[in-house]
């Protein structure tokens, strides 16, 4: 039992900078705004000669994407959290740990039980390391229904425990993301978040990121 990967990552894509305004910005060095198609054919060409190839990057930086993660652990939100050149807002252990509280106990660990602990942790491929995270979640659940501060109960917080945030990030910087996140030797969560991240982009966006995705997607 409780042998599976389950990493049940939810992207919303809240909004995204529409392409014309980073062809603008490119335009701008030329003055040549009457070439503009207002973010269609020619304006790609140019993105992806300038941006991309001409690796004048820095006019991807007018693309920003701005995304709502929901159900990845704290070990990989620390992952995602070192790639400095991004925005995060992230649900604060301090003020929702009382989630826990009333929750029955998580012992012990049968189906239902499992898919109650689902709700608050990340399983792994490993049987044993999901019912040390399953043993983990009941010892935060007792803490907390011992009235002991959110403050102190973090401290005893298992890494799989499951975290949500607003995360903005321009295309410059989200091209370095995919790029070292979904290589094979990226850990396996964050590299299965940078591959949920590449799919949630705008269809007419893919283009500046295809070739940063390690593993091309299928379809
Ligand atoms: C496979 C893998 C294994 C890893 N293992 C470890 C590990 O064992 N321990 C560990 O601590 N981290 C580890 N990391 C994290 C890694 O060191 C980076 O912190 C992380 O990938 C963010 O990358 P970044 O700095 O390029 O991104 P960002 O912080 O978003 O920076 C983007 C870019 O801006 C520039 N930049 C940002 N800050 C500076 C600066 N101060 N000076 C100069 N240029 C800057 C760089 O060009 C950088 O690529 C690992 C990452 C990967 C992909």
């Known amino acids: 039992m409780v042998e599976k990967i389950s990493c049940k990552i939810d992207i919303t894509l809240l909004h995204h900078t529409p392409l014309h305004i980073c062809s603008n910005a490119i335009r701008t060095c030329w003055q040549s705004f009457d070439k503009g198609d207002c973010g269609g054919e020619k304006d790609i060409e140019l993105i992806d000669r300038v941006g991309n190839k001409f690796k004048h990057a820095s006019t991807l930086e007018h693309l920003t994407y701005n995304f709502y993660i929901k159900g990845i652990s704290r070990a990989c939100l620390q992952e995602l959290a070192r790639h400095r050149m991004a925005s995060f807002s992230v649900k604060s252990s301090r003020y929702t740990l009382k989630e826990l509280k009333d929750e029955p106990s998580f012992l012990p660990i049968n189906e239902i039980n499992t898919q109650r602990a689902e709700k608050f942790i990340v399983f792994t491929s490993s049987e044993r390391v999901n019912h040390?995270?399953?043993?983990?979640?009941?010892?935060?659940?007792?803490?907390?229904?011992?009235?002991?501060?959110?403050?102190?109960?973090?401290?005893?917080?298992?890494?799989?425990?499951?975290?949500?945030?607003?995360?903005?990030?321009?295309?410059?910087?989200?091209?370095?993301?995919?790029?070292?996140?979904?290589?094979?030797?990226?850990?396996?969560?964050?590299?299965?978040?940078?591959?949920?991240?590449?799919?949630?982009?705008?269809?007419?966006?893919?283009?500046?990121?295809?070739?940063?995705?390690?593993?091309?997607?299928?379809?």
């Open 132 to 219: 040390a995270s399953i043993h983990a979640l009941e010892n935060l659940r007792q803490i907390l229904s011992e009235n002991i501060s959110n403050d102190l109960a973090k401290f005893a917080m298992p890494e799989s425990y499951r975290t949500e945030l607003s995360f903005s990030i321009n295309a410059r910087s989200l091209q370095n993301f995919l790029s070292l996140r979904s290589s094979k030797s990226a850990l396996w969560e964050i590299r299965a978040l940078a591959l949920a991240i590449f799919e949630s982009l705008p269809e007419e966006h893919k283009f500046i990121f295809k070739d940063c995705i390690a593993q091309p997607p299928t379809h």
